[in-house]
Structures are given as structure tokens and as C-alpha cells.
């Protein structure tokens, strides 16, 4: 029995025992409980009544990798060499190195429902509430090497954006690897990480584990405590499903790793300009324990941003700095 089972059981609305759990899942009373209190740590909201049983206290939808496949077009499933969908991992992009480690890897998505040990840019802690987020990576072999994938992660975020727009999303990109959702107010959150992490010959093979991380409906507990606002999928577009997103997105993003190195940033260049979040507005540009300011202008061709600073400008590289907005 795995907490999946449980919770298919527990979200068609109706209470159920945990004799009746029990026999469902051929486990004892016992075994029922212990997997009833996991899910409370893991804090998905029960109900629980006295004489009828547990229920889930909301509907909680599970990602399902035959319908994901089933959905996608004859050539992103050509493309497509293997997927998983894990319940936790500590993370999907150590997941695909170690695949590539083993010989595998290319064209392989990994899915998870939680993530125990993920991570963003510079190594920043990314939490993820269970079954709530949208977290998966996504491997690929390069033949042209690592000056090649220049702007990756920017060109991934204008994909992620694009998707989400066509469910009504308003969709900003934060240079280097960030998705934000915009209200009508002007007021922002952060929607989505991506972390892309290459290795191998700077001319030659290497291989690029791509992981993006996505609020979809993100409960109010887990919003708090986080030095940025942050927003989530449901928040404007409620009736896009994680496994119809998942589709959408690996339906452009398996296309795009095909054609990265032949096509460069340079392709995307101007769709990540047209949503870029802070353009002419000042910055602050983080570098270590430093900090200065700027105004944020375009990213060029290889996907660094250029800030004027005073009469100077100046090209940010993206593994050196971050960059935040200021109100």
C-alpha cells in the first residue's frame, strides 16, 4: 500500500472505514492508521467522523503517467524515451544524473509528488507541499557542448509562460530561471523555478538535466515564511489540472531540448523580452554578500541581461549574480 492508494480511495467524496480501507487495500486496521497519520504530517487536510470514517477534507488529483504519455502527440512521445512518476524523491534532477550515470537519461521526464531535498538556483531550499506542485526533470545528451546551451533556462521559462497564457494565466519572467504570475494590480508572485545543471566537455557531449518546479494550488500555510511573494496555477487559471499541464508543457519542452543547440536562445530572445518583469525598472543586483543597483534593460542573443548603471552598462552572466525587483 502506498500513500497514492490511499488517497485514490479517500478522494471520490464519500467516508470510508478503516475496515473498509483495510480490505480495499488488503492491510489491517492497523497499517490503515499508521498511512492516516503520514498523510496529516504530510498536511493534507482530512475529515474524520465519528461512526463513518475519513475522507479527504478537498479533492487532491494524482499524476498519472500512462495518461500523460496517452496525451501527448506521436512525436513528443517519439522523443520521449522513458517517464517516471515517483511519490517522493529527494530530488528529480539527481534522480536523471544518477540515470545518466547508469547509461540512461536522454529523453527521460521524472514526475514527483513531493520533493524531500529540492533545490533552486545557488542552492536554495525549495519546499513543496504533497500533491500540490507541479515538479518534474527532464534529461538530454548535447553533441555540441556547453557554450551551446546558452539562455536554456530562459528559453524554458518563455515555454512555461506560453502555457500557462493560453489558460488565461498572466505569466512575467524574472531573469535568469523564474516564472511569475501577475495580477491585475501590478503585484506579483513567483509561480515557478528552473534549475538547469550541465555537465561534461565545454566542445563537445554533455549532458543537461533541466528541473522545473511549479505552484499549482498552493495552500495558504505554505505561502508564508518565504522572503518573495509567491502564487500559484489555481490562482488564476483553477480548472488547469497538473496532469493536463504536465502535458502541455513536455508537448513544447521535448521540442525544444531537440532543437536547442541548433537553434539557440537567440530564437526565444524576443518572446523572454516581451515578459520581462523588471525592464526599465530599478534592480537590485546580488552578487555574494554584495549588493548594488540598477536598471534592468533586454537580454541579448546568449541570454545575459544588460543593466545601466549611471552612464555605464553592464552584461550580467547569469551563474554570477541574481537580480531582484524593488518596489
Not at 542573443?301 to 552612464?311: I, K, M
Not at 547569469?318 to 524593488?326: A, D, K, L, P, T
Amino acid at each position: 500500500m502506498t500513500i497514492g492508494d490511499l488517497i485514490r480511495l479517500l478522494s471520490d467524496g464519500n467516508f470510508h472505514s478503516g475496515q473498509q480501507l483495510g480490505e480495499h487495500l488488503g492491510v489491517s486496521r492497523a497499517a490503515v492508521w499508521k498511512q492516516l497519520k503520514k498523510l496529516e504530517a504530510l498536511g493534507i487536510p482530512m475529515e474524520t467522523v465519528k461512526g463513518q470514517g475519513y475522507r479527504l477534507a478537498q479533492p487532491l488529483e494524482l499524476l498519472d503517467g500512462s495518461q500523460i504519455v496517452s496525451a501527448l502527440s506521436r512525436q513528443a512521445r517519439r522523443q520521449l524515451v522513458q517517464l517516471f512518476v515517483e511519490e517522493t524523491l529527494p530530488s528529480t534532477n539527481a534522480y536523471l544524473r544518477e540515470r545518466f550515470e547508469q547509461g540512461a537519461g536522454h529523453g527521460e521526464v521524472c514526475l514527483v509528488e513531493q520533493q524531500s531535498a529540492g533545490r533552486g538556483r545557488r542552492g536554495r531550499v525549495w519546499t513543496t507541499p504533497w500533491g500540490r506542485t507541479l515538479m518534474f526533470s527532464v534529461g538530454w545528451r548535447f553533441e555540441t557542448g556547453v557554450a551551446a546551451l546558452e539562455g536554456l533556462s530562459l528559453a524554458i521559462g518563455v515555454v512555461v509562460a506560453q502555457v500557462l497564457e493560453r489558460h488565461g494565466a498572466r505569466a512575467l519572467l524574472k531573469w535568469p530561471n523564474d516564472v511569475l504570475l501577475a495580477s491585475p494590480g501590478g503585484e506579483w508572485g513567483k509561480l515557478a523555478g528552473i534549475l538547469v545543471e550541465i555537465s561534461g566537455d565545454a566542445a563537445g557531449p554533455c549532458e543537461a538535466v533541466v528541473g522545473v518546479g511549479i505552484n499549482v494550488d498552493l495552500p495558504a500555510e505554505f505561502r508564508i515564511g518565504f522572503d518573495q511573494p509567491v502564487a500559484a496555477v489555481h490562482d488564476q487559471a483553477p480548472g488547469l489540472t497538473r496532469n493536463i499541464l504536465a502535458v502541455e508543457l513536455l508537448e513544447r519542452l521535448l521540442p525544444l531540448m531537440a532543437e536547442f543547440e541548433h537553434q539557440g536562445f537567440g530564437y526565444w530572445q524576443e518572446e523572454w523580452n516581451a515578459r520581462h518583469a523588471f525592464a526599465g525598472h530599478q534592480v537590485d543586483i546580488l552578487r555574494g554578500n554584495e549588493r548594488e543597483t540598477g536598471i534592468a534593460e533586454s537580454v541579448d542573443a546568449a541570454g545575459n541581461l544588460w543593466v545601466r548603471q549611471g552612464d555605464l552598462r553592464r552584461r550580467l552572466v547569469g551563474g554570477e549574480v541574481s537580480v531582484r525587483g524593488r518596489s
